[in-house]
């Protein structure tokens, strides 16, 4: 069955036959992270371009006897560059949220670190070193270990044996998605909310906070504040956007409360503005 | 979709060898699949083309230089891998291994909130030296952009705006233009300090909060820690900062038990709670 190839996938098709010529066809499969049939699907659309001079854009033979592939990299290919700054710009902000460890043979710490200093030259990055605490979460990928973390909208920490999957990034800042050892699941941790990573946490009692979901409706002194939502509706000049519980939709109107004042409902409306005023008279003693 | 990979590499392919000024008609002509359509269908597959590659890092846009004879699309967004490549003191190849390696275990492609797609090309303009302009909360800014730097999972550029370094949410950068010329000026700073405002505040300020709490939401803004103290879970912070939104956020944040601060400073935090 051929999963959806998109124009990504082949960008990185074509990056990686470039590192070199003859390929087992496991290897290749397991480095694209592809099937066969995908590779076959690859193939076909990439035979069927050629370049302006009518020379063609992929050449190959595959030996699926001795189970090989042979790609005759034409100029074309080896000119064209897939890999674009701003996936660079993604990775190297993705491994520098958090100390990254991958359990892979073919990879060291070091590696990583020197890829990330190439990057951080090549572009115009300045660091945060000497103006903040770095902070030292170390993450073991495909390792098990016991996190301790505040969930959005909560304030206490809970603790989670998991074994860490992939890093990734949503709405909501960067992102570790990691199977929950206990509940057979897989989750994402906000990275930023992880206090502490290892074995030898001390662990204490899991508390649940189940609340429904909740309706708000707010307006809006600044339209950024709508990129952080994934939904929302206009409703005449308001806005009216669901929350997974009323703890995470107080939070957010906290964060971002010089951008959006809530209207209705009134559980959270309260809760918001005494925050506020809580803040307003530590200031004005 | 196969058909619009297949334009989108033959597009590709074409930029590579003629990487500057190309025509719509050029394009036309030598894109086979562009060749027998009408001018509207191919004015909507090249659009969305267009859009498909600037998903992935490429910018194919068209100047139109009043100084110059030529015009047409170019295409750009692979400078930083092609300076790489130029590198001798890197090993290419493995930095390439590298990349992949990693890339199977960091997912680049999810939604994010960070309006980074116009990294490239403000890192270009950073490396030779021009000026950009851009829309920046309901304003027209000039300035010279200078480096980026990431923090509280937003990235900033760091720009000279009126012979002052200001920083700029990437969130919140819209309409980027930048200039022709190259080599407008010979400045090079070594760090880039946040300043939301036109005068710089430098404020301490002595907190006591919880320090899960701390933790969690620190990265909240730039500051600098003068003092820690820690008696069971409470801390006693004295911090230094320039960053008056960010403190104020962070004060919302983690509503601390007491808070100590210079009478000046105070006018400053409460004109930001009321807008």
Request: hydrophobic share 35%; with cysteine; glycine share 2%.
């Amino acid at each position: 069955m051929v999963k959806k190839i998109n124009l990504k996938k082949v960008g990185n098709f074509i990056s990686i036959i470039k590192l070199k010529q003859i390929w087992t066809i496991d290897e290749l499969l397991k480095k694209v992270d592809i099937n066969y049939d995908e590779l076959l699907y690859l193939l076909t659309i990439l035979s069927d371009i050629y370049s302006k001079n009518g020379e063609y854009f992929l050449d190959f033979d595959i030996d699926a006897e001795n189970n090989k592939i042979l790609f005759n990299n034409t100029s074309v290919i080896n000119d064209m560059e897939t890999v674009t700054d701003l996936e660079l710009f993604k990775v190297y902000t993705l491994i520098n949220i958090i100390n990254l460890d991958l359990n892979v043979d073919t990879l060291t710490k070091n590696d990583i670190n020197s890829f990330s200093k190439i990057l951080k030259d090549a572009f115009k990055i300045y660091d945060l070193e000497n103006e903040n605490e770095i902070d030292s979460k170390n993450i073991n990928l495909n390792t098990v270990t016991t996190i301790e973390y505040i969930k959005l909208g909560n304030d206490k920490p809970e603790f989670y044996d998991v074994e860490p999957l992939l890093i990734t990034s949503n709405l909501e800042g960067s992102v570790l998605e990691a199977l929950d050892i206990n509940d057979s699941k897989i989750k994402t941790f906000l990275i930023n909310r992880i206090i502490s990573i290892g074995d030898d946490i001390n662990q204490k009692s899991k508390q649940k906070y189940n609340q429904n979901d909740i309706d708000v409706i707010f307006d809006v002194k600044d339209d950024s504040v709508l990129l952080k939502l994934n939904k929302y509706k206009k409703k005449e000049k308001l806005y009216e956007a669901k929350f997974r519980n009323k703890n995470i939709a107080i939070e957010f109107f906290i964060e971002n409360f010089t951008s959006a004042n809530v209207i209705s409902p009134d559980t959270v409306k309260v809760d918001v503005m005494n925050r506020v005023e809580s803040i307003r008279a530590l200031l004005t003693k | 979709m196969k058909n619009v990979i297949k334009r989108c590499v033959s597009l590709l392919t074409l930029f590579n060898d003629k990487s500057t000024q190309i025509s719509t008609e050029y394009i036309r002509d030598n894109i086979s699949s562009y060749r027998d359509l009408s001018d509207s269908a191919f004015k909507r597959s090249f659009e969305r083309d267009k859009v498909l590659l600037r998903e992935m890092g490429y910018s194919l846009d068209y100047v139109n230089d009043k100084w110059s004879i030529d015009e047409g699309y170019n295409l750009s967004g692979t400078s930083i891998i092609n300076s790489i490549k130029k590198n001798k003191n890197i090993e290419f190849n493995q930095f390439l291994n590298t990349y992949h390696i990693i890339k199977k275990y960091i997912d680049s492609n999810s939604e994010n909130t960070n309006n980074i797609n116009n990294v490239s090309k403000l890192n270009d303009a950073i490396i030779e030296k021009k000026r950009v302009s851009f829309k920046y909360q309901n304003k027209i800014r000039k300035v010279y952009p200078m480096g980026i730097k990431f923090f509280n999972n937003n990235w900033y550029l760091g720009a000279e705006d009126n012979k002052k370094l200001k920083t700029y949410n990437l969130n919140k950068i819209n309409d980027l233009k930048i200039g022709n010329k190259s080599d407008l000026h010979d400045k090079e700073y070594k760090e880039i300090k946040f300043s939301w405002e036109n005068k710089d505040h430098l404020i301490t300020i002595k907190l006591n909060l919880n320090k899960e709490i701390y933790l969690i939401n620190k990265n909240i803004f730039n500051h600098s820690v003068n003092i820690k103290k820690q008696k069971n879970n409470l801390l006693n912070l004295e911090i230094n900062t320039y960053d008056i939104n960010g403190l104020l956020k962070f004060l919302l944040m983690t509503n601390p038990k007491t808070i100590t601060l210079r009478k000046k400073y105070k006018p400053l935090l409460l004109e930001v709670l009321d807008g």
